[in-house]
């Protein structure tokens, strides 16, 4: 399994500026990805990070907007940049490791509360 | 798009088995079928996870017809701390699944 910590649980934020949130992972692991949950909605991926090369961004995410870091294979950050109401989400930071029966399991922080005044 | 279809919503009493079921008629042979929950205010978990054989966990079974093309989660005895929104996800499996694609999932709302 893997345990997920995110920084910050929650915060509050003017508009215009930029939020960091990090992603601690507590084992290595190769594949790492940022989704946002709008709300009352379901989640939808940003991008995924793999250390050692670029993030990949779905549709509709641009770097611009949603730069990620990746330095090792226990840590991530996503910082949401020129912030908007509408960037008011919980964003959450998931990680691939071995679960049971040595099966790649998803597994997922309890996520970043954003609201944006 | 989510390729999965779930109701939107379901009842269970306390103690009774909760029977949440997912349709994924255009499930490609690779294509596993997972399970995550969500409670309020949570990241999701993870349930279980199937091919083609029947599952089970020490959370859940997950019943998976012979066609492929629906399944049911079983939580044997609900209780209230199951109530949460379900999703019933198709994913490559393998040895790496990367993304997730969420549908609505179906809130499940266990009551005393």
């Known amino acids: 399994s893997a345990v997920i910590s995110q920084k910050p649980s929650r915060d509050i934020c003017q508009r215009g500026t930029s939020l960091t949130i990090q992603c601690q992972v507590d084992s290595q692991v190769t594949m790492m990805f940022w989704y946002r949950q709008q709300p009352g909605q379901s989640l939808t991926l940003i991008a995924t990070?793999?250390?050692?090369?670029?993030?990949?961004?779905e549709s509709g995410f641009v770097i611009d907007k949603f730069p990620i870091s990746r330095p090792n294979l226990t840590f991530s950050t996503l910082t949401v940049s020129n912030m908007s109401p509408e960037d008011s989400s919980i964003y959450l930071c998931s990680v691939e490791a071995l679960g049971r029966g040595a099966k790649n399991i998803q597994y997922f922080g309890a996520g970043t509360r954003l609201s944006v005044l | 798009d989510a390729k999965t279809t779930q109701p939107p919503s379901m009842d269970c009493a306390e103690g009774r088995a909760a029977n949440l079921p997912c349709n994924h008629s255009?499930?490609?042979?690779?294509?596993?079928v997972y399970w995550y929950r969500q409670i309020h205010s949570q990241g999701p978990q993870y349930i279980i996870h199937?091919?083609?054989n029947n599952e089970t966990n020490e959370m859940a079974s997950l019943i998976i017809t012979e066609d492929r093309k629906s399944s049911t989660l079983i939580l044997p005895h609900a209780t209230l701390r199951d109530t949460a929104v379900y999703y019933c996800?198709?994913?490559?499996?393998?040895?790496?699944?990367?993304?997730?694609?969420f549908g609505q999932g179906t809130i499940l709302t266990v009551h005393p």
């Open positions: 990070a793999n250390q050692g090369s670029e993030a990949t961004y």
């Open positions: 255009t499930i490609s042979g690779n294509e596993y």
């Open positions: 199937g091919l083609k």
């Open positions: 996800i198709e994913s490559a499996g393998g040895t790496s699944y990367g993304k997730l694609t």
